[in-house]
Structures are given as C-alpha cells and as structure tokens.
C-alpha cells in the first residue's frame, strides 16, 4: 500500500491542507494506524461489542 | 498568624479548611498570600494564565462574612484554588491561538459547584493546547515549567495544574484526564492526582478532548486534600450525557484505617518491557511497603504496554480529530505543528478500525471488572520515564507513528476505573516519582484509604520545591 496516496486522498477528501513535509510524517503514521490494526485483530474476541453501544433508558 | 508565607503556602487544604473553619485564620488573608505568592513566583513558572485577584478577594470578604456568621459551609468554604484553562469559566482559552480572546458566559458545572461549597477560585491555569499537544517555548502561550526544576516539563496535559499546587501558589487544582493528564503531572510535580470514575465528575462545559475518554478531578498535595476536593466537585448532572446517577460517598471515610488484608494486583505485564530504573526500584518500594502495612500482594495478568496502546491511541485521536475537523480545514495553520499533525493522525483512523477498538475496549474492562473480584485495587507505576526538558521548538511526529511513549494512565481511561496518583520518592536528579492506585468503578474511597495509607508511611508529601 502507498500510505502517502492514502493520506494525499483521504485529507483531500476531508479538505485538510498540510505541507508535504507534515504528509510525509503522516504516512509514517499510517503505517503504525495498519500494524494496531492488525494487533488489535489479534485482540478480538468473536462475542465482544463496542464500548460505544447505546442502552435504551426509560424516562419519566 | 505566626507562620511564614512559605509556611502558609505549603500548609495542606485540610489544614487551612481547619484554621478557616475555627476562625484561626480568614479567608481574605489566606487568598491575598496566595495572590501575592503568584506575583512573587509565577513569572518564573507560568502556572496561570489569568488571576481573578478583584474576584477573588471579593469572594474571600463574602466567605469571611458568611463564617463569621456562622453559615460555615464545609472543607472547602474559603479555600483557595485554581483551575484548569478549558473548563469554561471566564477567560477560556484551552491553551489555543484558536481560543486566545474566548470568554466564557458562565462558569461549567464543577467550577459552580466548587463555588457552591465556598471555594475561592484564584484564577485559570495553563495546559497543554487543547489538553493535547506538547507546548514548546514557542508556543502561542508560555509553556508551564516544572517547579522541581524550571526546565523540565511538569507534565501534562494538566501542566499549570501539576506546578500550580506543587508550588504552593492554590491548595488544590481541577485538572482533566483522557489518557493520563491529571496524573503524568501529578508524578512530574510529587503531587496527589485523582481521576474519578468515568461520570463520577461532570464534564459539562469542560473543553471535549475525547468524549468518552475525557475524565476530570482534582489535584492536591495529600490524599487527604484530594478527597475533600472531590466531595465537593462529585455528583450527577443532567447537563453531561455521560454523568452517573450514583451517589456520592463520604470520600475521607477509609482514611487512616489500616489496609491489612487489603488484596493489591500488580499488573507487571503492562511496564516491565518499558520502565525506567529509578522509577522501578521506587516503585518496588512502595510495593514493599504495602506489603509492610499488611496488604497482600501479588502479579496479576495484563495485557502488554503495546497492546493498550495499539487501541487507545486510535480511538482518543480520531475522537480529537473529530471535534477539531471545522478548524483543521479553515485555520490549520493556528494548531502548534506538533497538534496539527496529531489532529492530522486521527482523521486516518478507519472506522472499522475504531470499532474493531471500542470492542477490544469492552473486552478489556470486562476481563479488569472480573479481577477486581479478586483483588481491590491495582498498582502499577504512573508513567515509565521520566519528564524532559521543555523543547524549544516542535519535534514534529514524536507522538504519531511511535508507541514508546510509556505512559501506563490509559488503562483507567479506556476502562473508567477510578486511579490515584501518588508520590513515591525522587530520581537522582531530584526528579519526582509517583504510582497510581486504581480501583473498582465509584470505589474512589478505597483508592483514597489505600493511598492515605503509603503516603502517612512514606512521608514525601512532606517535601516541597526550593524556589
């Protein structure tokens, strides 16, 4: 994967200008986002759901 | 009064709260030292940003009034304290370019309920921008220095917190924390830091790092201090979605009882790979320690540093990132570089892997919850390194592509634990060092006991800052 192309489209996408210098750092970054992303498969466990789940609650 | 203003200064909040509440000593006469401390030291420190002197001497004449007449409030009536810059109350600037003329309409809830008890609020004090980036002498605002030694970082994100109190120049500070930011400068600086539970402490009309990260509380120098500032700041509010409608305890309740046959877990798996020496052997002391005051301790399983940091980190940038997209398209260029790039960072998490995260999230608290079956707290260093120097310029892309950044907070944010901070000794470079205590969810009072504990045994808060 070119992680600079990556970060090029998806900034753009987003309407983000930074220097080319900040878009090299931020392929680098890219690259780590990828590596915790596969560490974090490694976590998972099939049953688990996010923290982000809503609980219904009765008002009133 | 026959103390010195150094003697004054460094007297604990309980111990003021006791002389104010007997009539020993005023209110206005303890909030102008402190205002007369901050003109003598803070040019040197840059722990505050603004000092309501006009506001809060008032205040200080009305508490006087109100206790001479016999309407005492509690602990904290007549207390000077301060507060961190993005809780909204007057100038509210969050460290920022972007906010460096914001001026809040009202005071957020903590600052009105702290007011509520009597508290004297001496004025706002610096952090990192936006709870967030590193500052660096050329920075929009003067970064906070170390009182320990003004070239060394006091930590962050709550960083005029941390050097504010340590100093001397409030009893007690509010500070907020998403990954780490009450207690890093609560160990940089030898002081106490408490991040409550997750909606133990109202976050409305505190500045949004990350939503469901963000966690406030106070700062003090003694366990002691710690829990009457939380009582007072403690409780349900509507005005926060993720407030807990639970009740609030008596927080100093457990102090000075013994902590025999307390169960403490040690978490070696998270710091061993990463630890500082001094801060290790310290650690280990305190450890002993405990085990002297008649707990029992033992290793309990964790996951690794890398691990944690492989689903916090994502999920806290890409949280940050979120809220901060309006202005990293219309006004970049006002961010200090090293936030800029970290906002930058957030805005590449994908989505499935931020959910893929919050799952992990989940598992972990639940694996945590089912350990604190069988022990009562953890303990574990604060932090695996020691501060640095204040940079003088941005070292762009130290935080976004590394992960050797060995802060060990984080696991009480993702898992809303309630953990303390608590000193326990120095390097050799006369560096302070510090642990966190964390327990089980709105248990804060058996944190504090179990503090208490080590800090009456091992004596550091007794130590102050030559300055």
Partial sequence: ?60 | MAQTSAQLAYLSLAEVSNLLAKRELSPVEVTQAMLDRITALDSRLHSYYTVFSAEALRAAREAEAQIKAGKYLGPMHGVPVAIKDIYESGPTTCGSKLRKDYVAKDDCTSVKKLKQAGSIVLGKLATYEFALGLPTLASHFQPARNPWNTDIDPGGSSSGSGAAVAAGLAYGAMGSDTGGSIRWPAFCCSIVGMKATYGRVSRAGVFPLSWNLDHTGPMTRTVRDCALMLQACAGYDPLDPASANEPVPDYSAKLGHDIKGMRIGIPRNLFMANCDKEILASFEKAVTQMSTLGAKVTDVESISFGDLWAFFWPTLAADAAAYHLEDMKKRPNDYNPDLRLTLAMGSLVSATGYLQAQRVRDQLRREMLKQLEAIDLFMLPTTGFLPGRIRAQPAEGMFISEENFSIYTPIFNVTGFPALSVPCGFSASGLPIGFQLAGKPFDETTVFQAGYAYEQAAGWYKQHPAL
């Fill in chain 1, 1 to 60: 994967m070119d992680h600079k192309q990556v970060v090029t489209e998806r900034l753009a996408a987003l309407g983000i200008s930074l220097s080319a210098q900040e878009i090299d750092l931020l392929a680098k970054a890219h690259a780590s986002l990828q590596k915790w992303e596969t560490i974090v498969q490694k976590m998972l466990q099939p049953e688990s759901e996010p923290a982000v789940t809503f609980h219904a609650k009765v008002e009133g």
